[in-house]
């Protein structure tokens, strides 16, 4: 993903080029189906009549075809043809002709379909660039779960981590419900260990958050370990 690589954390920044890339991907999938086109068109042009077209003298003929039915040649001329003759599933020539919808339809989906592909390239993007991002290690921060516990324990867990007695802990964590419980979850840069903290309850579904606290790395390390000898029942 572009975003990653490009490191690009500002969300709407990252919304706005994930658009442009999803329409210019969008435009170029055609394109590339337009560059095909005069091939395939000879290919079926000499299965029918035995007749051999250069790639030249194939482009021509599309370009004539185009004009009569569109009264315009080219790149243009085949993205009217293809909205006019209907949006249809499946390759040109292959006889795949069983979606057509009218041309009043036609260019509304196109649109559509290029919007929903854009959009969902920016939700991407946008979840991606809200994460936090080290500027010292240049690497993205990394969320996973520290633990999970009953619903009713998270105020007394945030208060344990509020006052830094790690060690209270393992005695708090209870076993989670299904419909009712608790996670404390870490954001954490994988070098430097700088770490954004998160106490969170969830009651089906949904999920609140309770308490947030940044974290050094010693104090997260020591979190760690306090967690680790709970698990271990030490
Ligand atoms: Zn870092």
């Not at 000499?46 to 194939?58: A, K, N, P, R």
């Not at 324990?153 to 419909?179: F, H, N, R, T, V």
């Amino acid at each position: 993903m572009g975003v990653r690589y490009g490191k690009v954390r500002h969300p709407l920044l990252a919304a706005a080029i994930a658009v442009l890339l999803g329409i210019f991907a969008y435009v170029m999938v055609h394109y590339w189906s337009y560059r095909a086109l005069p091939g395939e068109l000879a290919e079926a042009f000499e299965e029918e009549t035995g007749i051999e077209l250069t790639v030249e003298e194939s482009k021509e003929l599309m370009d004539f075809v185009l004009e009569e039915e569109v009264g315009q040649t080219g790149f243009i001329g085949y993205i009217k043809f293809t909205a006019e003759e209907g949006v249809s599933i499946g390759r040109v020539g292959s006889g795949s002709n069983f979606l057509k919808l009218p041309a009043l339809l036609a260019y509304p989906l196109l649109l559509i379909e290029m919007l929903v592909s854009a959009g969902a390239a920016a939700m991407v993007a946008m979840a991606m660039a809200g994460e936090p991002f080290c500027e010292q290690d240049d690497l993205w921060y990394k969320t996973r779960d520290l633990l999970k516990s009953s619903g009713t324990s998270a105020s007394a867990i945030a208060e344990a981590i509020e006052a830094g007695q790690y060690d209270q802990i393992p005695e708090l964590i209870e076993p989670p419900e299904k419909a009712l419980y608790s996670q404390v979850k870490i954001n954490a840069c994988p070098r430097c260990r700088d770490t954004y903290l998160s106490v969170l309850v969830s009651r089906e579904n949904k999920s609140a958050t309770v308490y947030t606290a940044h974290l050094t790395p010693e104090q997260l390390n020591a979190l760690e370990a306090a967690v680790a000898s709970g698990l271990s029942g030490a």
